[in-house]
């Protein structure tokens, strides 16, 4: 079974701050991770992907890859309010399993004003 | 481009009812998905399929089963519904290579 785990949370941050998600995988052969904000009754919506070993900036958001480690995680930097929200982590595993996502439980990022 | 859309939106059904979700994409992607999200348990993927005329289970496919109508159409149907069914439904599909999903925006389903 390969997994992906994410630290559930609730974590909460204040306006302005650095807001850190984690997720680890124990698929060694993963080679691509998304990342997935859920606000409350909505369905996800990608914010971030990666690839390569290291970090991908996208404007507040930065996610980063450690596959030696085996984590994955996404920092958004500047928090605002309507980042409150549930990050979920997800990676299609290695071989012939990679038709299937498999998500992490989320976190639920709480940002105050 | 309407995406990845899904019917019903909710639906309440008696326990041993029947009904089927239907899913539609328009992105042209060979791959769908149904998922249903639960307090606590996260995403589970139900079935999948791969391409258009292959089917295959997930994690929780128990009291389930899927048709992929086309490349287009993928439904999931409940043949007797029970209260453990009661969730969050959502379809998803995925284009080639390491891509990501696009969701529907979801079913919400009561047994009661």
């Known amino acids: 079974q390969k997994e992906v785990e994410q630290n559930s949370g609730p974590l909460s941050v204040p306006e302005g701050a650095i807001a850190s998600l984690n997720c680890t995988y124990s698929?060694?052969?993963?080679?691509?991770f998304f990342w997935y904000r859920q606000y409350s009754g909505k369905s996800p919506e990608l914010i971030m992907f990666?690839?390569?070993?290291g970090d991908k900036e996208d404007g507040r958001f930065t996610a980063q890859l450690n596959k030696a480690s085996q984590y994955v995680s996404l920092l958004i930097r500047d928090s605002q309010p309507s980042d409150s929200a549930t990050y979920l982590c997800?990676?299609?595993?290695?071989?012939?399993?990679?038709?299937?996502?498999?998500f992490g439980k989320g976190t639920l990022l709480t940002v105050n004003p | 481009n309407a995406g990845v859309t899904q019917t019903p939106k909710f639906q309440v059904l008696k326990t041993g009812q029947s009904m089927t979700l239907q899913c539609a994409q328009d992105?042209?992607?060979?791959?769908m998905y149904w998922y249903r999200q639960d307090p606590g348990m996260g995403l589970r993927l139900i079935y999948y399929?791969?391409?258009?005329?292959?089917?295959d289970k997930g994690e929780v496919p128990n009291g389930y089963n899927v048709s992929r109508l086309n490349k287009r159409e993928f439904s999931l149907r409940l043949e007797s519904a029970a209260p453990s069914q009661t969730s969050v439904y959502f379809c998803?599909?995925?284009?080639?290579?390491?891509?990501?999903?696009?969701f529907g925006n979801g079913t919400r389903l009561t047994v009661t």
């Open positions: 998803a599909s995925r284009g080639a290579g390491p891509s990501p999903l696009h």
């Open positions: 698929d060694r052969g993963s080679q691509s």
């Open positions: 990666i690839y390569s070993n």
């Open positions: 997800a990676s299609p595993g290695s071989g012939g399993s990679n038709y299937k996502l498999t």
């Open positions: 992105m042209n992607h060979n791959s």
């Open positions: 399929s791969a391409s258009e005329g292959t089917t």
